[in-house]
């Protein structure tokens, strides 16, 4: 069954880099992937945010680290449990990729991610889960992974951050429940 899914992923990625490779897209898809280019923007936008509501901003970055954090963490487990090869490693291609691509790192962050920032900003929701759709499949048209390294990122990274909300919910609940039978 495994040699059934990874031959069909492996004729979906050369259909992908046959027909859809076209040199606009395999550029965008290369300064997407690429984290330098965000750096900047993101520290400017959470700057602003931050003189807008200090503790508020300070929570969401401790939140947002954290979650970080578990999601790098759960990749790089499951990236050492299935050792699958990039796909520039399986069909003779040099890449500067390191270790192996199941699932897709890059996926998995930014689904967990987008989730949680969707959460936090629910009025910008849709433009937090398109981020990390683009990401996705930028990172298949970069030669970067299969498609269902980055399919199974995403399921892994809405699952992590549905759990990270509700145990968010629940200890703000708590919290809740705590401060009202302190009350006299």
Request: net charge positive; aromatic share 20%.
């Amino acid at each position: 069954m495994l040699d059934i899914l990874n031959n069909f992923d492996k004729a979906l990625f050369e259909f992908i880099l046959v027909y859809l490779n076209f040199d606009f897209i395999v550029q965008t898809a290369g300064f997407i992937v690429n984290e330098k280019n965000f750096f900047m923007p993101i520290a400017i936008l959470y700057i602003f945010y931050l003189f807008a509501n200090y503790k508020r901003a300070l929570i969401f970055l401790i939140l947002f680290l954290l979650l970080l954090l578990i999601s790098e963490s759960l990749a790089a487990f499951l990236k050492e449990f299935f050792m699958r090869e990039r796909p520039s490693a399986q069909m003779g291609r040099i890449l500067k990729a390191s270790n192996y691509s199941f699932p897709s790192a890059h996926a998995l962050n930014t689904m967990a991610l987008a989730l949680f920032c969707g959460y936090w900003f629910s009025s910008k929701k849709k433009m937090f889960f398109y981020i990390s759709i683009v990401v996705g499949i930028a990172r298949v048209l970069s030669n970067h992974h299969f498609p269902f390294d980055v399919i199974f990122g995403w399921i892994c990274g809405y699952t992590l951050g549905y759990i990270y909300i509700q145990i968010l919910e629940n200890i703000a609940e708590y919290k809740v429940n705590q401060k009202l039978n302190q009350s006299p």
